[in-house]
């Protein structure tokens, strides 16, 4: 294996900003673990077709602890070392709260919280004997202020936002950095099913009056997967919005 290659995990990245950043990851020269619930699609095949025998597709349930230690093992005997670990993978069942199921909160949290724990303590395990790692969260700005029907989703992204400060001061030691990024309104699948005037109605609310694209949270990613010496951080790919 040549000492250039960097391998990177991202997990959830079968559609959406986790397939943005997978592709963004591809681009600048990494080999990338694409994790998924499910097999991945034959579009999204097709569409990685340009970078293959680049990626492999591993499938598990970051939520599940056993998988979460197998895909982080898995992608350490295959190539010998994990650079970078993108904790994408979440989940949203919106409900206002005092209407909100107790099981409905729980899977939120252990999907998008409990998930980015159980991956980063494996992977910085790894990362710890190579002395040197990137791991970088996707929080969101409803865990930064929270938002109507979302008290299970902005508190898993909360939480991720102290996860990434505790991570970033424990992995310093050992030359680990730990940012989060929190996206804003984002054009996806999901905001894709919004008719156009509510769509209108969240745009007329950020500054910049439009919706993000998955690229540029990707890009994001990548400047703080790249820059060295930045760590702990919280950054916002949100049109203004949280001005």
Do not use: W
């Amino acid at each position: 294996m040549s000492e250039s290659k960097k391998i990177a995990l991202v997990t959830g990245a079968g559609k959406g900003i986790g397939l943005a950043i997978a592709k963004r990851l591809l681009n600048d020269g990494f080999f990338v673990v694409i994790n998924t619930h499910h097999e991945l699609t034959d579009s999204v095949k097709k569409d990685l077709a340009a970078f293959e025998n680049r990626y492999d597709n591993l499938i598990g349930d970051v939520a599940n602890e056993d998988d979460a230690k197998s895909m982080v093992e898995s992608t350490v005997e295959k190539h010998g070392q994990l650079d970078v670990l993108v904790n994408n993978a979440g989940i949203t069942r919106d409900k206002l709260l005092s209407r909100l199921k107790l099981a409905d909160f729980k899977a939120v949290i252990d999907t998008n919280l409990t998930g980015a724990f159980n991956m980063t303590k494996f992977a910085m395990k790894v990362m710890q004997k190579a002395r040197t790692g990137a791991i970088v969260n996707i929080s969101s700005i409803s865990g930064l202020h929270g938002n109507l029907g979302q008290a299970n989703y902005s508190a898993s992204k909360a939480g991720l936002v102290g996860l990434t400060k505790t991570a970033a001061r424990e992995g310093a030691l050992r030359n680990i950095r730990c940012n989060a990024v929190a996206p804003g309104m984002i054009r996806t699948d999901m905001t894709e099913k919004m008719s156009e005037r509510r769509q209108q109605e969240f745009a007329d609310q950020i500054p910049l009056k439009r919706f993000g694209e998955a690229d540029e949270v990707a890009d994001t990613v990548a400047f703080l997967v790249a820059n060295q010496y930045i760590t702990g951080q919280v950054v916002t790919v949100d049109g203004g919005l949280t001005i």
